[in-house]
């Protein structure tokens, strides 16, 4: 049990690390410090929509595991 107790730390970790660079990058477009066309441009479309759905799955994960300790 030690492990998915580590493990589920770990993701949660990452999630939160994860979550804090999402929310600056929108408060950076916010306040117009960096352009928007950035992240319209397909190939990078995809990449943050991959980047989103990993971090669903993670997400996901992490809430079993926590939901399987219990």
Known sequence: MRKLVR?????????IVTSLVLTGIVFLILFNLIDIS?????KNT?????VFLTIGALDFLSGMII???R
């Open 46 to 50: 995809l990449l943050l929509g991959l």
């Open 7 to 15: 493990l589920s730390i770990a993701i949660g970790g990452f999630l």
């Open 67 to 69: 939901l399987k300790k």
């Open 38 to 42: 950035a992240f319209t441009d397909p």
